[in-house]
């Protein structure tokens, strides 16, 4: 895609490659970036300091930097920028690049690097970045010419935010910010092989209502990549009410339908509920809206749906068969999609067969098998609990982030949703350590907005230096940290299929252990509030003095029983037709 100089582009100066990258930011819009200087970065930070346009908050630690941005992206729906310096600090880089990778999130991740003449000679801080990500980015640039900054940055941003979003990754040598050059805005853009798909095949959009007209037992099946296109509720809500079908979301579409809609059955998968699950296992036709076919939604792929033709619609052509073939493949912008096949839908009239038994079952298997939870008998808080009441006190525009395990799986169950953008997660990479960086992002991002982030006592200490870039940066979100004591859904494994042998999963952090640490002590030591909560009776005191809290960061350590496990479940290798609702229980369907 190219676009031309306008009759209004800036008259060109001679600039350093570092002011040129600073100004290409600001051109594009940029507000906020998350980084770390060092050496190979340095003259970018020069002029950075006189911007008045473009806030820097250094982060403790670069996978901060390229977490939070990720969390900025979600909240906001503008690309996450992240900085870097070369060697380690680029490579600290590395896993929220690749988490972005596997969620579609729009990010830049720029880094410094050593000069053009000395790359490849084992320098101080040399790394290859470009090679080290390029499995998975979205794409990325060695710029080596200070003439050629703002055509990359200026495409950098194009990639990331159109068509399937994605991280890529711009590094700079240190002789390109130091060079100087004519800045010229806006720059011509050069992405040969680059294109965005067109308007949706009408005949296939015909096709797959057609489809819909015959079908006795369709699932919509949402995935993230509604989320990431900004369909609006109103928009997904008439094709849901127009095609009168259930639908399921999944981890990263939380929060793109209303939780309390009647039609919604919940999250599919290994730890989906047994409406969802059960739902598509028993459908005649599955309709994938911007979902990937992930294995952790379908358990083994050849026993997923096995009854049911697929539609599937994604912007990305590589999806679409991947895992399983679609009987009628439509490749498009879900903005462009959903409308067009509402209309297709309703078009049909009365050709349509009736779907009321159809709902009627999936509601008798939501009655009967609701999320719920059976108390251990240590007497200690239930995880399950703390999210329910934590979820209750919550203003209803809270946005909501997670680390990665067995809080993340309950949180999935237990809040309720009511607008978009108010969810953040790792799902593909699961990621530990993603949630505070996360929930910095989008706090910065929407400052508007209440940010809690529901972690565990294993996550959280891996990126909890964050506080102090919270607490410094007057960035105040609220954790509540699920202790239960263990890297929680190890031990749930261990349990299950290792004969209760809980080796290197006890973190000392919890109930009858020595806290080490102790988490209010090192809240405070950050310079946030510290509170904790052991007993049932205290849980809505605690929970609202942290709510009434919001001049700093606030992290609640509430105690909680490490023998608490995430039901429904599908083990690992099995078909999804084996859902265990409680332990050793599987649910009874309608036709056995």
């Known amino acids: 895609m190219a676009r031309q100089d306008t009759p209004n582009a800036a008259v060109p100066e001679v600039m350093t490659g570092a002011e040129a990258l600073v100004r290409s930011l600001e051109e594009l819009g940029v507000t906020d970036i998350f980084g770390m200087p060092g050496g190979a970065i340095l003259p970018f930070y020069d002029p950075l300091l006189a911007s008045s346009r473009i806030r820097h908050v250094l982060v403790r630690h670069e996978q901060g930097a390229g977490h939070a941005a990720q969390g900025y992206a979600l909240a906001t729906g503008r690309p996450g920028v992240c900085v870097a310096t070369s060697g380690p600090g680029a490579t600290n880089l590395i896993t929220p690049i690749g988490d972005a990778h596997m969620d579609s999130v729009p990010m830049v991740a720029i880094t410094g690097q050593v000069s053009a003449g000395s790359i490849g000679t084992d320098a101080f801080q040399e790394a290859d970045v470009i090679g080290s990500t390029m499995p998975f980015v979205k794409h990325s ?270 949180a999935a169950h237990f809040l309720g949703f009511n607008q978009p953008r108010s969810w953040l997660t790792s799902a593909g990479a699961g990621t530990m350590g993603y949630g505070v960086p996360a929930a910095m992002g989008a706090k910065l991002g929407r400052p508007d907005r209440p940010v809690w982030l529901i972690d565990g006592d294993g996550c959280f200490q891996m990126t909890n230096q964050e506080l102090a870039t919270c607490v410094l940066n007057d960035i105040p979100i609220k954790v509540a940290i699920i202790n239960n004591s263990s890297l929680g859904m190890v031990r749930q494994w261990q349990t299950l299929f290792y004969g209760q042998r809980y080796s290197n999963t006890d973190l000392h952090t919890g109930s009858g252990t020595r806290r080490v640490p102790d988490f209010v002590a090192l809240a405070q030591a950050y310079g946030a509030v510290g509170l904790r909560c052991e007993r049932l009776e205290n849980l809505d005191d605690v929970i609202a003095q942290a709510n009434a809290i919001n001049d700093r960061p606030v992290v609640v350590d509430f105690i909680c029983s490490a023998d608490a496990q995430v039901w429904p479940m599908v083990a690992a290798g099995v078909s999804n037709d084996e859902i265990q609702h409680a332990l050793g229980m599987s649910p009874a369907w309608e036709e056995e």
Request: aromatic share 6%; proline share 9%; glycine share 8%.
């Open 141 to 410: 640039f060695l710029v080596s010419d200070p003439a050629e900054i703002p055509e990359r940055i200026a495409e950098a941003f194009h990639l990331a935010s159109t068509g399937r979003p994605g991280p890529v990754v711009v590094d700079v040598t240190k002789d390109a910010q130091v060079g100087t050059a004519e800045f010229r805005w806006p720059p011509r853009l050069s992405l040969p092989g680059y294109s965005l798909p067109g308007r949706p095949n009408q005949r296939r959009i015909e096709q797959a209502a057609e489809v819909l007209a015959h079908a006795q037992r369709p699932v919509l099946y949402l995935g993230g990549g509604l989320a990431r296109a900004g369909i609006a509720t109103e928009a997904l809500t008439e094709l849901i009410d127009t095609l009168g079908a259930p639908f399921v979301t999944t981890l990263t579409a939380l929060d793109i339908m209303p939780t309390d809609h009647p039609l919604h059955l919940g999250m599919p998968g290994m730890h989906g509920t047994v409406p969802a699950v059960g739902a598509l296992q028993r459908a005649d036709v599955v309709v994938s809206l911007g979902a990937r076919f992930d294995d952790r939604v379908t358990g083994r792929p050849d026993t997923f749906a096995r009854r049911a033709a697929v539609i599937h619609v994604d912007i990305d052509p590589a999806e679409i068969s991947k895992i399983r073939t679609a009987d009628v493949p439509i490749v498009g912008d879900l903005l462009d999609v959903v409308p067009a096949l509402t209309a297709a839908i309703a078009a049909q009239g009365e050709e349509r067969v009736s779907l009321e038994p159809w709902v009627a079952e999936v509601a008798d298997v939501r009655r009967r098998y609701p999320i719920a939870w059976t108390d251990t008998d240590d007497g200690v808080l239930q995880p399950q609990e703390v999210i329910t009441h934590l979820a209750a006190g919550a203003p209803r525009d809270t946005i909501w982030a997670t680390g990665v395990g067995q809080h993340q799986m309950w």
